[in-house]
């Protein structure tokens, strides 16, 4: 069996690992447009940071374990065309016959809409090694950035760059950050340590209506300008398609369609990742869900179904965690903001509890629960103290379809060290205008 | 309504704040024969690790707090008898009639076969406040400790005592330390750096027969004898039972029988945490947990069936997560050694993981799971790095009788610096012979 992947993306990968275990026989070829394998979307920053000795060090698989497990990568290829009805396909360097294809060409981070005259040629995001690479030198040398959108990336790389002393500024179209992933109210006490940095100039409800450069970057905001020494935008996650994509059956936001096993309108051709909408675990309906925990599972139930309907994509519940500005963020499933879109009426529980008995650092959470049926639906967490992994249990009770009552009972450690009493999930239906001591 | 409980204990403490959510009218009382409330039963080393600053302040709850919610605590008051058939209790300072009574004086920390004359006198665990104090100094000043039984606590008193430069000399019945959770061989790692501190002494397959007090300590083992300054015992965790218990039908073991809403054979009288059989949800039997969290949650559904029987109080799984001579360690539900309890057949499957992508500290997973259906069973964890949390999550999954397929799509977060790819719940069934780069 021929099995090629087109993108070295994390569902690319996983992909192609979870294939090699199930098919061992099958010769498996990754098709990659830029130069290296495996290159962390926020490497850029992490580098930034010293976690990383090298900026080619920022990777979360090698060629060389590619290779190890006989999985051939063909890199600085590009995909031309597609052509299902003959199981070939055309790349910049020949023609391949297949006899699976796999689509996981992933995401851009790239504002269209921005009037630089460059416009082809300066892509001013991070996701790729070249380019963050060549960005590197300017990124180090510039004094200030402005950063278009404020969710996860851009809080990031906003974060990073403060705690670089370099001057952001923070554009967002929407009237807070991150807004995704979280309730306005509940970011309170984040907010506020964001009015607090010195360097740090936030503007809400603000759209980019053009950018120029002249020796800085010119930022044409409704009704201001921003000059800065670098421009990156965050925005605009869509899928990486090309002229071969009308061969498949798309959805109206150019996304390809695919039924519960990945499977695309073209008989032995599956799409994963970035390129698809997935289900939404709590709603009714499929959403784009471009996250790299959703696009890696992607990609392991699509080899599960190479050779036959084995596993449904299951989807996600768009959990994410990370840290901020010296903030612990964490949120999964339904947030109250979006209650709009959720079937039937839901409440909203906010309480806090220290992180342990040891160490008092608060730890603010907020549920949000189905009204009838009192099951959980969301849950945000915020802290000074790492609770971040609390927010997978959390997503795992969601999944499970699990009722407040039901989780007051579950199981978890206690050690006053490393635990309150309670877990926060424990204490939902114990909570009741702060009465509780623990 | 008049609610009595008995013992400020973990399961008491939540019973009562519970109550007085669920009945703003009940007037409730605490009877504790200790001289405060709350004390940790860890706390004495968490103040030798400078965790607190005073011995006192290693609680989880106050008096203070318990009398803002208007729940009386008496101190210094034990229990004498109990008569069900009128609704009353007797203590050293009077009588009292009670609608509902509630017995958690939880457990004890006492080896009873150790021939110490004054041995009526010498309790040397430090599960309460007034112990732990008098004990203070001689642990203070004590150069070398013998620590009887290797288990959570006896492991951890190893840990802290070793820190602080003393000689130690840990003596355990079984084969390996902390039988009850682990499998020995998961605890390679973690044995061999007990093997490399040069003031640990480990006496296995050993049992005391006898300590005798000069100016030091003789503990008399099997052919040897160990001289140190101080003994602790942290084995033979049984109920705080007392003459009264007669009047409740009691387990062979002297714990109180209750049925699923944690009644005992009396009319209105309840027993929660340690003094009580419970569900291991993973066996078809009852077992004794003598666990905080457990206790807790026991604690807390006793108060929901106080006026009907509302609740099933669902077990535990015995759930732990302790940090020890520079190891993570915790484990969940069944372990390979304790298969036979089972009444199926089991598999494992043992693999490692990096902790993130920036951090590549292993961590050791080991997972027992019913070989037929694949349904997870038990996880055990083990790391330099803080993976503590990821326990719960597994905790949840068996609850939920969840398949390593299941598992495989589970939604959890991503952040290079947090995390890897995926978690070792989602890897378990992509492992084989570790091909997987993940």
Same mark, same amino acid.
């Given at each position: 069996?021929? *099995?090629? +992947? !087109? #993108? %070295?993306?994390? /569902? $690319? =990968?996983?992909? @192609?690992?979870?294939?090699?275990? &199930?098919?061992?026989?099958?010769?498996?070829?990754?098709?990659?447009?830029?130069?290296?394998?495996?290159?962390?979307?926020?490497?850029?920053?992490?580098?930034?940071?010293?976690?990383?000795?090298?900026?080619?060090?920022?990777?979360?698989?090698?060629?060389?374990?590619?290779?190890?497990?006989?999985?051939?990568?063909?890199?600085?290829?590009?995909?031309?065309?597609?052509?299902?009805?003959?199981?070939?396909?055309?790349?910049?360097?020949?023609?391949?016959?297949?006899?699976?294809?796999?689509?996981?060409?992933?995401?851009?981070?790239?504002?269209?809409?921005?009037?630089?005259?460059?416009?082809?040629?300066?892509?001013?995001?991070?996701?790729?090694?070249?380019?963050?690479?060549?960005?590197?030198?300017?990124?180090?040398?510039?004094?200030? *950035?402005? +950063? !278009? #959108? %404020?969710?996860? /990336? $851009? =809080?990031?790389? @906003?974060?990073?760059?403060?705690? &670089?002393?370099?001057?952001?500024?923070?554009?967002?179209?929407?009237?807070?950050?991150?807004?995704?992933?979280?309730?306005?109210?509940?970011?309170?006490?984040?907010?506020?340590?964001?009015?607090?940095?010195?360097?740090?100039?936030?503007?809400?409800?603000?759209?980019?209506?053009?950018?120029?450069?002249?020796?800085?970057?010119?930022?044409?905001?409704?009704?201001?300008?921003?000059?800065?020494?670098?421009?990156?935008?965050?925005?605009?996650?869509?899928?990486?398609?090309?002229?071969?994509?009308?061969?498949?059956?798309?959805?109206?936001?150019?996304?390809?369609?695919?039924?519960?096993?990945?499977?695309?309108?073209?008989?032995?051709?599956?799409?994963?990742?970035?390129?698809?909408?997935?289900?939404?675990?709590?709603?009714?309906?499929?959403?784009?869900?471009?996250?790299?925990?959703? /696009?890696?599972?992607?990609?392991?139930?699509?080899?599960?179904? &190479?050779?036959?309907?084995?596993?449904?994509?299951?989807?996600?519940?768009?959990?994410?965690?990370?840290?901020?500005?010296?903030?612990?963020?964490?949120?999964?499933?339904?947030?109250?903001?979006?209650?709009?879109?959720?079937?039937?009426?839901?409440?909203?529980?906010?309480?806090?509890?220290?992180?342990?008995?040891?160490?008092?650092?608060?730890?603010?959470?907020?549920?949000?629960?189905?009204?009838?049926?009192?099951?959980?639906?969301?849950?945000?967490?915020?802290?000074?103290?790492?609770?971040?992994?609390?927010?997978?249990?959390?997503?795992?009770?969601?999944?499970?379809?699990?009722?407040?009552?039901?989780?007051?009972?579950?199981?978890?450690?206690?050690?006053?060290?490393?635990?309150?009493?309670?877990?926060?999930?424990?204490?939902?239906?114990?909570?009741?205008?702060?009465?509780? /001591?623990?």
């Amino acid at each position: 069996m021929e *099995i090629y +992947i !087109i #993108g %070295a993306s994390f /569902a $690319g =990968i996983s992909c @192609a690992l979870h294939a090699r275990k &199930l098919y061992p026989n099958a010769k498996i070829t990754i098709i990659e447009k830029n130069t290296m394998v495996g290159f962390l979307p926020g490497g850029l920053l992490l580098y930034l940071q010293n976690k990383f000795e090298k900026l080619s060090d920022a990777v979360f698989v090698t060629e060389k374990q590619l290779e190890a497990q006989s999985i051939n990568v063909k890199l600085s290829e590009v995909l031309l065309d597609c052509h299902p009805e003959k199981h070939e396909i055309t790349t910049n360097k020949g023609n391949y016959h297949y006899d699976k294809l796999i689509l996981a060409s992933g995401s851009e981070q790239k504002s269209m809409n921005i009037g630089l005259e460059d416009d082809d040629e300066w892509d001013p995001s991070f996701k790729n090694y070249d380019l963050s690479n060549k960005i590197l030198d300017q990124i180090q040398n510039a004094e200030s *950035i402005a +950063i !278009i #959108g %404020a969710g996860q /990336a $851009g =809080i990031e790389a @906003a974060s990073t760059f403060v705690d &670089l002393k370099k001057t952001v500024h923070l554009i967002e179209a929407m009237d807070y950050p991150l807004f995704k992933y979280f309730d306005p109210d509940f970011l309170v006490p984040f907010l506020s340590t964001l009015k607090q940095q010195p360097n740090l100039y936030f503007y809400l409800n603000t759209t980019v209506t053009e950018v120029a450069k002249d020796k800085q970057y010119e930022i044409l905001l409704d009704g201001q300008t921003v000059v800065s020494d670098y421009v990156i935008t965050t925005v605009n996650v869509h899928p990486q398609l090309a002229a071969f994509t009308k061969k498949f059956q798309l959805h109206s936001d150019n996304t390809i369609q695919v039924n519960d096993y990945l499977e695309t309108s073209a008989k032995d051709v599956f799409a994963v990742g970035d390129l698809i909408h997935s289900p939404f675990q709590i709603r009714d309906e499929s959403v784009y869900l471009p996250q790299i925990n959703h /696009a890696t599972r992607s990609g392991v139930i699509a080899a599960e179904n &190479l050779l036959k309907q084995e596993v449904k994509f299951t989807g996600g519940l768009r959990t994410i965690g990370t840290k901020a500005f010296g903030w612990y963020l964490a949120s999964t499933g339904l947030i109250e903001e979006e209650a709009f879109v959720y079937k039937n009426e839901i409440a909203v529980k906010n309480f806090t509890q220290p992180f342990s008995l040891t160490d008092k650092t608060t730890i603010y959470c907020k549920v949000v629960y189905e009204k009838s049926s009192e099951r959980l639906l969301g849950m945000q967490l915020l802290s000074k103290a790492d609770c971040l992994e609390k927010i997978n249990t959390a997503a795992l009770a969601i999944e499970n379809n699990m009722t407040l009552d039901e989780l007051m009972q579950n199981d978890h450690f206690f050690q006053a060290e490393f635990t309150n009493v309670m877990e926060p999930l424990n204490r939902i239906n114990l909570e009741s205008e702060d009465r509780h /001591a623990f």
